[in-house]
């Protein structure tokens, strides 16, 4: 009579272990890789009803953030501009250039140009953009580079895990206060670390972990 | 176990050839699975709502509202004029430290300058890309107009000049003017300006 069962089979048990270990931790890996908005969030970058730059207004002409986003220093919410801004210069500049024909539009008839929001944390987290900019923090910590973005893109997670990285540690995010601004400016690391601990301390910067500093 | 791991291997490149790596480029808004709490019918500012007619959540003001930190209406600070004349306010309301002037420089450099230059003359980046040339501050025309009247220019806009209101709180606009007046004193200053024991240095 021939084997019932051939010899393989003995190897069986070993094999299915082995499979189903492999199959776990692929799955567990691509849980940990995609499930998270580091993947779902960063690169978002939507199609804006105008190609706006901000290389060009930052980088070439030199405009400040406040210029445009002017209520980021005051309030929570730093404002996307409203298109009387754009015609301050584009009603000579490029005053009759297609690409800008959405921005006369709405300055002609008061309806809101359709921007995409890019950044958006959920309703139930307090965000405040003056607490942070007044304090040292630089527009580059959160927004990453936005003086190169052609098109603004997400550039970085946003999750609670990445304030509060910071918020336990602030001192490598700290600069002093004329530079918030300015998106190019480095630090050599190891200065940086000493001058952040100094603005932590003369400032008294105590950024909350406490649950309600950012869920009320 | 060959075909398996064959198997497994093709699973693996396919999800990673669909959903790609981590920071690619996607023009679709992130999928959330559970919006319910993380979208509250609650309203943020610029943000679209269905509540109102026209569909905006930022609110106009009622025609004829003033809001609670408004200066009083007819003050030379709110308005650059002599309280009930058409002159104007020959200097600034408020009083000038330094810091006042550091507020200052700090707003003219970011909404002055693009157009009239960090000099004040009237000759900023912008007036390289099609821009007619901005007022020059060292012009002995503006050098004479009283602080009421660049208050005006700025809440107003003149000809070419846009209206800055929107952009600058009343004090700030003060503290810009503030700024303007020693920029121009930077052209106007002689020997006499240095004090007596610097004077050599200079000749």
Redesign the interface.
């Known amino acids: 009579m021939a084997n019932l069962y051939p010899r393989w089979f003995n190897r069986l048990p070993l094999m299915a272990g082995a499979g189903l270990l492999l199959s776990g931790a692929l799955v567990t890996a691509g849980a940990w890789y995609y499930l998270t908005p580091k993947y779902s969030r960063v690169g978002y970058q939507p199609v804006q009803p105008v190609p706006y730059s901000h290389k060009t207004h930052v980088d070439q002409l030199g405009l400040d953030c406040r210029y445009c986003h002017s209520a980021v220093d005051k309030s929570w919410y730093a404002n996307i501009p409203s298109p009387s801004v754009c015609m301050n210069c584009h009603s000579q500049v490029l005053a009759s250039d297609a690409r800008l024909a959405p921005i006369r539009d709405s300055f002609k008839s008061g309806e809101p140009v359709p921007w995409v929001q890019i950044h958006r944390t959920p309703d139930f987290v307090y965000f405040n953009h003056a607490v942070h900019v007044n304090r040292g923090v630089s527009c580059v910590s959160c927004h990453g580079q936005i003086n190169e973005m052609v098109e603004v893109r997400h550039e970085k997670p946003l999750t609670m895990a990445f304030c509060l990285d910071c918020h336990r540690n602030p001192a490598p995010n700290l600069r002093p206060p004329e530079e918030v601004y300015n998106l190019r400016w480095t630090n050599d690391p190891a200065k940086q670390l000493a001058m952040g601990k100094k603005f932590a301390h003369d400032w008294k910067i105590m950024s909350s972990q406490n649950c309600y500093t950012c869920h009320r | ?1 060959r075909y ?1 791991l064959i198997t ?1 291997l093709l699973i ?1 490149a396919a ?1 990673v050839s669909v ?1 790609g790596v ?10 959330e699975v559970f919006p319910d ?4 019918p ?1 309203l ?4 679209p709502s269905a509540f109102f007619a026209d569909q ?1 959540d930022s609110r106009l003001p009622v025609a004829g509202t003033v809001p609670v930190d408004a200066l009083l209406s007819d003050s030379p600070a709110a308005t650059g004029f002599v309280p009930g004349t058409t002159n104007y306010a020959a200097i600034s309301p408020y009083p000038m430290t330094a810091e006042w002037l550091e507020r200052g420089h700090q707003r003219f ?3 002055c300058s ?2 009239h230059s960090a000099a004040g003359d009237g000759n900023g ?2 007036t390289k ?4 040339k901005a007022g020059n501050f060292h012009d002995p025309r503006i050098l004479k107009m009283p602080d009421g009247q660049l208050f005006n220019t700025i809440t107003l806009g003149k000809n ?1 000049m ?1 209206s800055y209101a ?3 709180p009343i004090p700030d606009r003060w503290a810009i003017i503030a700024y303007v007046r020693a920029l121009e004193r930077t052209r106007l200053g002689d020997l006499n300006d240095v004090p007596v024991e610097n004077r050599a240095a200079l000749r």
């Open positions: 176990m398996f497994l693996t999800v959903a981590r920071g690619a480029l996607s023009r679709k808004p992130p999928l709490m993380k979208r509250q609650k943020r500012p610029q943000k905006r450099t970011i909404y693009p157009c980046i912008i890309y099609g821009l007619l070419q846009p929107a952009q600058i």
